[in-house]
């Protein structure tokens, strides 16, 4: 697969191989984790996208129908005369109060306006004055042509939701929509490069050798626009690790909850309703899913090969009690591990659980951060070892030359060589755009750019202790 990114972040214009492991290195400040940012949220779009987008979709509708219902001359009938009348078991009265049935499909909250609109039917003007007389109508419903005006308008509005149901039943305006919340919840409202004026045009274009698939957004109209089908269905799960501090937390199982869960209180359209979470708490629930498919992603040999990798620098089971994760063998909380432990704690408990497999993405934002050289030789050939064994897909940033050099040693250890890229982000003329340079067959100058900084410091260093020594 192949990612181009044109004005995203502070990326002019760039295209990188994900096939296997990828790897991108570069100085602070230029644009490495974007390309995980943004492969995070096309790929968590398609995430379980049947269950996420009908629920949206359902949520959605039903705010709209509320909405309509409670605009309408049907909430000042139930304000004004529910009491006297059996009116709290008609549909009417549930659209209203938002007390919907819980829907398990599309077709199921169709129906249900349907039988709204039928309601309506029912509700004319001369059964309601005789039950209840003029004290239900105002002056602006004073006559039956005026009444009946209003509930044609009504059912008109019910039929448009209806449309709108049957325009996101095959969830591609869903997803393209959910992408596009994503990418503005990654970067913060600021997707395009925000100090490159002329920036109002970004796109991301994944393409192989079967698909294609590009998203175009004008940053300037808030307007995106797409060609091809996101039909890369092979990865179907992605975990993007930046900081293993996220196991210190409490699990946050309230953040399940539709209301904390990227919901708006006001619905204006499809997008308000999409539910999204950043790639921190995706990972927190990915880390506490407890279930038993391994065996039916990954065959045990495989999967005990790499657990008996890990399990030779970190040996703990992790089980979670009392929404924390703690160590099966003394109950010691993952807080109190050492930072460098954190990480193979993660990649133990993501693979105990079926979250890496054939069909995940990995991304990883400085893994060896807080590592030990012999620990960070230890990571590279166990990340390695999960692109050549369980053929995941990994893509990682390092500001390491120990890291980066013991990633290359194992993936010709382990025959992996061509499916590794390797990536140096390099600043254009402008001074703040970077674009990544593939650096297959150009190693040497990867590695004489981290040495810069140990050969200038080492020079300082002499001339401090020795300059007078060496006149």
């Not at 994760?325 to 993501?350: E, P, Q, R, V, Y």
Request: aromatic share 12%.
């Amino acid at each position: 697969m192949q990612v181009q990114i044109k004005n995203i972040g502070i990326i002019n214009d760039s295209k990188i191989d994900v096939n296997g492991l990828t790897i991108v290195t570069g100085k602070n400040n230029s644009g490495k984790t974007t390309l995980g940012k943004i492969l995070y949220s096309l790929f968590y779009s398609k995430e379980k996208l049947f269950e996420t987008a009908t629920e949206d979709i359902i949520y959605y509708v039903e705010e709209k129908l509320s909405e309509v219902i409670r605009n309408s001359v049907v909430a000042m009938l139930i304000r004004k005369a529910y009491r006297k009348d059996n009116f709290e078991k008609d549909i009417l009265y549930t659209a209203y109060r938002g007390q919907l049935p819980k829907f398990e499909s599309l077709d199921e909250i169709q129906n249900y306006i349907l039988c709204v609109c039928e309601e309506l039917d029912n509700l004319t003007f001369s059964t309601i004055k005789e039950k209840y007389g003029n004290v239900v109508f105002s002056q602006q419903y004073k006559d039956e042509k005026q009444f009946k005006s209003e509930i044609d308008r009504i059912k008109t509005e019910c039929k448009g939701i209806i449309t709108e149901i049957e325009k996101l039943s095959d969830f591609n305006l869903y997803e393209t929509s959910k992408i596009y919340k994503m990418l503005k919840r990654e970067f913060n409202e600021q997707i395009s490069p925000v100090r490159k004026s002329n920036a109002f045009l970004s796109y991301i274009s994944l393409e192989d050798e079967n698909d294609f698939f590009k998203i175009e957004i004008d940053n300037k109209k808030k307007d995106i626009n797409v060609d091809g089908f996101f039909t890369f269905n092979n990865l179907t799960n992605v975990v993007f690790i930046d900081d293993t501090t996220v196991i210190d937390s409490v699990v946050p199982y309230a953040f399940r909850y539709k209301k904390y869960n990227g919901h708006y209180n006001v619905i204006q359209g499809i997008e308000d309703a999409i539910s999204v979470i950043d790639h921190k708490y995706s990972l927190i629930y990915k880390l506490s899913e407890n279930n038993s498919i391994v065996k039916s992603i990954i065959d045990s040999d495989a999967y005990d090969f790499i657990n008996n990798e890990i399990s030779s620098v970190f040996e703990e089971e992790i089980i979670l009690k009392e929404n924390k994760f703690i160590c099966a063998s003394d109950g010691l909380t993952l807080s109190n591990l050492a930072t460098g432990s954190k990480m193979f704690a993660i990649l133990k408990m993501l693979l105990s659980n079926g979250n890496l497999n054939s069909k995940t993405l990995l991304i990883l934002d400085e893994p060896e951060a807080h590592l030990h050289p012999e620990w960070q030789n230890k990571l590279a050939e166990i990340i390695v070892l999960l692109v050549k064994v369980l053929n995941i897909n990994v893509v990682i940033t390092s500001h390491s030359s120990n890291f980066v050099l013991a990633l290359q040693t194992y993936s010709i250890k382990h025959q992996i060589e061509d499916k590794t890229n390797f990536y140096l982000t390099t600043k254009n003329d402008d001074e703040y755009t970077v674009d990544y340079q593939k650096m297959n067959s150009k190693l040497n100058d990867v590695y004489v750019e981290f040495a810069k900084p140990f050969s200038e410091i080492k020079a300082k260093f002499d001339a401090l202790r020795f300059g007078d020594e060496n006149g």
